[in-house]
């Protein structure tokens, strides 16, 4: 069984563990004020970093190419308060523009 | 039916066709981060939560290792425990019909629910249940879609996936920015996984983030 199998069933199983337990473990337990802002906390944290890993880094070697302009687009166009699909789409066309024609 | 039913109806049925068309994005970016398609169809149909299935194929297209990949999708995936605590007390179901409202508590299923509060509690109960299964059927057919493209596509830059990726993660992120504090924290998350990133093995820089969120979330 190579990573990505491990990872697919690895994700798949704790993902619904943790639903479940939602369901079953006591109010109290997890209504606690701190508990709630570091949840709100933690998806702004990955997310950006894995925007930036996945935009700047290939493997472990920081690069900077067509990805710069494509992440570039998407940010204009969030500004623009565009809608998730024009955010990607955007962004797709112009880095596929860039490494196609420069 | 009746006129508040199929205002909830419409609410889930929209959340339910826009939240699904995401699944695209997700089928390409798992295909195009090494999955094949049989992977990325079951992790929508079994993790089925979009930002943590984002993150296992982004921390392994990025080269991190399997552990890496589900620690950082687990972590995203604590809200719907959240979620759970929030939606168990209104639901009260038991046995399967729980393990079922289990699967489908995410955010757009919970967020349905919660705006229904005002029209009453069966209302907001239809809306968790249309929202959950509406999002899981089409999340799940155009995740398929979104697979098959990227298969079919050869060098995925060619299309430019590998910016479509950065900026779908950008995209989920984004909404949650709402003040000057989040914005620090998402700047300085990415500026630090950058920097991590020519020296800790793939993977760990993202994931060392979340410790950030805890440390500034506990000390706040």
Known sequence: MNAYWIATIGTSVIAFALKYSGHSVPEKWLSHPKIQRINGLIPIALLSALVAVQSFSEKSKLMIDQRLVGISVAIIALLLKAPFPIVVLSAAVSSAAVYNWL | ???????????????????????????????????????????????????????????????????????????????????????????????????????????????????????????????????????????????????????????????GLDSAVPAAFLGLVWPRLTGNFERALAVGCAVFAIAMTPILPAGLPIIATAFIAIAVGLKK
Do not use: H
């Open chain 2, 1 to 159: 039916m009746s006129k508040v039913a199929s205002a909830t109806f419409r609410d889930s049925l929209s959340v339910s066709l826009t939240v699904g068309a995401y699944g695209v994005a997700f089928g390409a970016a798992a295909v195009a981060n090494g999955f094949t398609v049989l992977q990325s169809c079951l992790l929508s149909l079994l993790t089925f939560s979009g930002a943590s299935q984002f993150a296992v194929v982004g921390v392994l297209g990025a080269g991190g290792s399997a552990i890496s990949g589900i620690a950082t999708a687990s972590l995203l995936g604590i809200r719907n425990a959240l979620y759970g605590v929030i939606m168990a007390p209104r639901l009260k179901v038991r046995g399967l019909k729980r393990v079922l409202a289990a699967q489908i508590t995410i955010d757009e299923s919970t967020g349905v629910a919660l705006g229904q509060e005002v029209r009453g509690i069966d209302e907001m109960r239809k809306g968790f249940w249309y929202t959950g299964i509406g999002v899981f059927i089409f999340w799940n057919l155009f995740t398929l879609a979104g697979a098959l493209g990227a298969q079919a596509m050869g060098d995925i830059r060619a299309f």
